[in-house]
């Protein structure tokens, strides 16, 4: 093929005026109104220096009410108009959000989007200057949503991506959002929800400007270190960078462009960088005050809201009440005590009969707080006032609520007379990597308090839960959790404790039946076999933490076989890379959440394990 012919089957429609795009398209979804309205938003970011802006950046988007639903049999990574190693050139969009200088300056562009819902699912075509059209899809005006979750899309610093790199691969990144994308074009989803960890950060740790920093031996000095302005911005520098270079990426950058976006903050991406913050919120106040620590969270916040949530909050302001706000699913809370902007939860709305509540439980984070007293209030005021007939309330929590705990390693790290600690403080027999090097605690200890089995929550976590049964039994409303975080995947679940000579109470019936699904990672390596076997032990254990309020919580030994189909031991933790597809059954009123498990170390495939939850039937 000659080069001229090469060039007219590759081409694609420029956009006029040019814009050179860093980052997007990006969609996000906010929600369906009462009219029927779905509201979304798009998102771009281009260079000043390479763009026209004369006339303004526009979005154009259009649909045929009367096109029948289309399915493919497989996916092909084609163009994207901001990748750089794609074919498409550049492109760019409309009402300014935000300006960011670096060497250079560049623009965020978001257009807010209102498309009036027909009797039948519809594809929206849109492009930005005329330029590349893409495709997403909206439900009909009475479907219940699918959606896919994932959490965890990025490599823990030291592990090497092409160790994941199927044959036909470019990037070890790519294979199982590929069967993501794969099962889109089959069928497509109308929401990606991501659960937490979206982007990995780790590598601030390697800019210049933070190496003095980062070369400190001593906690205290650590902690007193002056924030100079340089460092400042570096900081920005790199989460400006490294958002625009991992959004525009492959597989992911396709999902993200045809998929409209609902996405809550774990802590990698926006608070978690190594082993230095790993479990933002979670450590000692003092250490969280300290000046370069707390300008980490602070920008890994502010930077979270701008690429995955398209707020600012200078321009959007901090009220969530009817008309002012640009996303009517907002929920705004208070300030955190380290991060000086109010959490940022979502109550969207997924079809008559579902919502989703997605709760920030970073912003307001202490080590002895998830959220505060205000962000429940708020919550739990918008949740009773649910519209009717809504019969499933999915929860999103960036880390499982429902799931083995390991209080004993946590007395155990945290014990004075523990020898490894020791020995890694003193940087003895190599230790010196088994306590981080901000606070010198145990390596593994912010990770457990950060999580709810914690100590420091356990409190808070039991009374979310009952809160949670009690609003499921007063509005006759299925409550599900979803979570992600551990890299593992699994089925916890909560239900009415089992009283002796007496049947069990049947889930349909049960509205203190919870299931925990638990989806990570669809990217990053999952824990080792020693890990894994560890915490299949645990499962079975029993906890008699809620049995005061007759909840008994266990979990669900889904996992009879291996994704290959062999037999299989540890029946309740799944090791391998995963997704989850979720479906409403217009039939039964179970929604159905698919955990898709990799079958082979990065060969793009994946075998379901369906968790069918029932409706409210008390």
Request: aromatic share 10%.
């Amino acid at each position: 093929m000659s080069a001229i012919e090469r060039s007219q089957v590759l081409r694609v429609a420029r956009m006029d005026p040019h814009l050179q795009f860093m980052c997007g398209p990006l969609l996000k979804y906010d929600t369906i109104d009462e009219h029927g309205v779905w509201h979304g938003a798009a998102l771009i970011v281009t260079a000043d220096a390479g763009s026209i802006y004369e006339p303004h950046p526009t979005l154009t988007y259009s649909w045929d009410p009367d096109q029948p639903l289309h399915s493919a049999t497989s996916y092909e990574l084609g163009p994207h108009p901001a990748d750089p190693h794609s074919v498409v050139m550049p492109a760019a969009a409309s009402p300014t959000v935000s300006t960011f200088s670096m060497a250079g300056t560049f623009t965020f562009w978001r257009f807010l989007i209102k498309i009036p819902l027909a009797q039948h699912e519809m594809a929206i075509r849109y492009s930005i200057n005329n330029g590349q059209q893409i495709e997403f899809w909206v439900p009909g005006r009475m479907q219940n949503m699918r959606w896919a979750a994932h959490s965890c899309n990025g490599f823990s610093a030291g592990v090497n991506p092409d160790d994941f790199r199927g044959p036909g691969f470019k990037s070890g990144y790519d294979p199982v959002w590929m069967d993501l994308l794969s099962k889109h074009a089959e069928t497509p989803f109308h929401v990606l929800m991501g659960g937490g960890d979206q982007l990995y950060c780790d590598s601030l740790m390697r800019e210049p400007e933070m190496q003095e920093w980062v070369s400190k031996t001593k906690p205290e000095e650590k902690k007193s270190y002056p924030l100079s302005r340089e460092m400042e911005l570096a900081i920005d520098r790199f989460f400006f960078s490294h958002y625009c270079q991992s959004f525009r990426r492959g597989a992911f950058a396709r999902a993200n462009c045809s998929i409209p976006m609902l996405n809550m903050c774990d802590d990698h991406g926006a608070l978690r960088l190594g082993s230095f913050i790993d479990g933002f919120g979670s450590y000692p106040d003092d250490l969280q005050r300290a000046p370069v620590f707390r300008q980490i969270g602070a920008r890994g916040y502010f930077f979270f809201l701008l690429f995955q949530c398209f707020i600012n909050v200078d321009v959007d302001g901090i009220q969530d009440a009817p008309g002012k706000h640009v996303y009517q699913s907002l929920i705004i809370g208070q300030p955190g005590p380290y991060i000086k902007l109010p959490s940022h939860s979502f109550l969207p709305r997924l079809g008559p009969k579902v919502y989703m509540l997605l709760l920030d439980c970073r912003a307001e984070r202490r080590k002895d707080q998830v959220c505060s007293p205000e962000e429940y209030q708020r919550v739990f005021n918008r949740l009773n006032n649910l519209p009717a007939g809504v019969e499933h309330l999915v929860v999103q929590l960036g880390i499982p609520i429902a799931y083995p705990r390991m209080v004993f390693l946590e007395t155990a790290l945290e014990s004075k007379f523990n020898p490894l600690v020791a020995l890694g403080r003193n940087g003895s027999l190599g230790l010196s990597g088994f306590v981080n090097k901000f606070n010198a605690e145990a390596e593994l200890l912010d990770d457990l308090n950060d999580h709810w089995t914690a100590r420091s929550h356990k409190k808070e976590r039991n009374w979310l839960i009952e809160q949670m049964q009690n609003f499921a039994l007063v509005k006759r409303i299925r409550v599900t959790f979803i979570s992600g975080d551990v890299h593992c995947a699994a089925v916890g679940v909560l239900k009415t404790l089992k009283g002796k000579g007496k049947p069990e109470v049947q889930p349909i019936s049960d509205y203190r039946y919870m299931v925990n699904i638990v989806t990570s990672a669809i990217v990053n390596t999952p824990p080792p076999n020693g890990v894994i076997t560890m915490v299949s032990s645990l499962a079975t254990k029993v906890h008699k933490t809620l049995h005061a309020s007759q909840t008994d919580e266990t979990m669900v030994p889904i996992f009879t076989k291996e994704p290959t189909g062999q037999s299989r031991k540890q029946k309740y933790i799944m090791g391998r890379r995963n997704w989850c597809r979720v479906e409403w059954d217009d039939q039964s009123g179970e929604i159905t959440f698919d955990i898709r498990v990799e079958r082979e170390k990065g060969g793009g495939v994946t075998t379901g394990y369906p968790m069918r939850v029932p409706p409210p039937g008390w």
